[in-house]
């Protein structure tokens, strides 16, 4: 194989990479965007959050064009396959972080005049800073190849699951307390299992990142406490 092709084939490979990184820094950003405002409760932030996520979906396709490409043409084996193949699993996974950070702000939007709630809307932010830097450190594993760093991200998976069930009780004991707390209770509810789903997607991340830098999955079961809540479609 000349040195030309095998430039080129390089280039193609870094250039996914280069490609996923971006997209998370988007996501990053939607995530950050979404959590700012669930205290602040900012429209307009609010209103940009949900029209951004055009842009996550544009690169995700993008991704997965440029991936189906590169396995179709150059063939990769081994190292380069499960580069090109993580690379296409983890933009995914960054395109439903974005669709969560749409709706979070799409609920921030539907509570912009009702009850604040601030003692309850603060912890949810709490929990949010956590499933932030949870993703932070994911991309940054993803990024710098950095093994420990993505298996600690997925060794903490349950404190997410913690945090969340947490918040549940809390606010099922203020709607069952006061009737008039139920319609924003319910949107704060479904905006931390929003964020616990976040999470849910960085230990995801965490495993393809395992998986790329060693050619194996994690063997041993995934830290996880039992949600309390069923899932929101």
Same mark, same amino acid.
């Given at each position: 194989?000349?040195?030309?092709?095998?430039?080129?084939?390089?280039?193609?490979?870094?250039?996914?990479?280069?490609?996923?990184?971006?997209?998370?820094?988007?996501?990053?950003?939607?995530?950050?965007?979404?959590?700012?405002?669930?205290?602040?409760?900012?429209?307009?932030?609010?209103?940009?959050?949900?029209?951004?996520?055009?842009?996550?979906?544009?690169?995700?396709?993008?991704?997965?064009?440029?991936?189906?490409?590169?396995?179709?043409?150059?063939?990769?084996?081994?190292?380069?396959?499960?580069?090109?193949?993580?690379?296409?699993? +983890? =933009?995914?996974? %960054? *395109? /439903?972080? @974005?669709?969560? !950070?749409? &709706? #979070? $702000?799409?609920?921030?939007?539907?509570?912009?005049?009702?009850?604040?709630?601030?003692?309850?809307?603060?912890?949810?932010?709490?929990?949010?800073?956590?499933?932030?830097?949870?993703?932070?450190?994911?991309?940054?594993?993803?990024?710098?190849?950095?093994?420990?760093?993505?298996?600690?991200?997925?060794?903490?998976?349950?404190?997410?699951?913690?945090?969340?069930?947490?918040?549940?009780?809390?606010?099922?004991?203020?709607?069952?307390?006061?009737?008039?707390?139920?319609?924003?209770?319910?949107?704060?509810?479904? +905006? =931390?299992?929003? %964020? *616990? /789903?976040? @999470?849910?997607? !960085?230990? &995801? #991340? $965490?495993?393809?990142?395992?998986?790329?830098?060693?050619?194996?999955?994690?063997?041993?079961?995934?830290?996880?406490?039992?949600?309390?809540?069923?899932?929101?479609?």
């Amino acid at each position: 194989m000349s040195d030309h092709i095998v430039k080129s084939y390089d280039d193609d490979l870094n250039t996914v990479a280069a490609e996923v990184a971006r997209m998370g820094g988007l996501a990053e950003a939607q995530v950050a965007d979404a959590i700012g405002i669930i205290v602040k409760r900012d429209p307009h932030t609010a209103e940009q959050v949900v029209a951004r996520d055009t842009r996550l979906d544009e690169l995700h396709a993008d991704i997965e064009d440029r991936a189906i490409r590169l396995i179709a043409l150059r063939q990769p084996l081994a190292n380069d396959l499960r580069r090109t193949v993580c690379a296409m699993k +983890i =933009a995914g996974e %960054l *395109e /439903r972080c @974005g669709d969560l !950070a749409k &709706n #979070i $702000a799409k609920r921030t939007l539907a509570l912009a005049d009702a009850d604040p709630m601030l003692p309850l809307s603060r912890s949810i932010e709490r929990m949010g800073k956590l499933v932030a830097g949870r993703l932070k450190d994911v991309l940054d594993a993803y990024t710098g190849g950095v093994l420990d760093k993505a298996v600690a991200v997925w060794s903490r998976d349950d404190e997410v699951d913690e945090h969340y069930n947490s918040l549940f009780r809390e606010l099922l004991t203020y709607m069952m307390g006061d009737p008039r707390t139920i319609t924003t209770g319910a949107h704060l509810l479904f +905006i =931390a299992k929003n %964020l *616990e /789903r976040i @999470g849910d997607h !960085a230990t &995801n #991340i $965490a495993e393809f990142v395992h998986y790329e830098l060693t050619g194996r999955n994690i063997e041993a079961e995934r830290p996880k406490t039992d949600a309390l809540a069923p899932e929101q479609n």
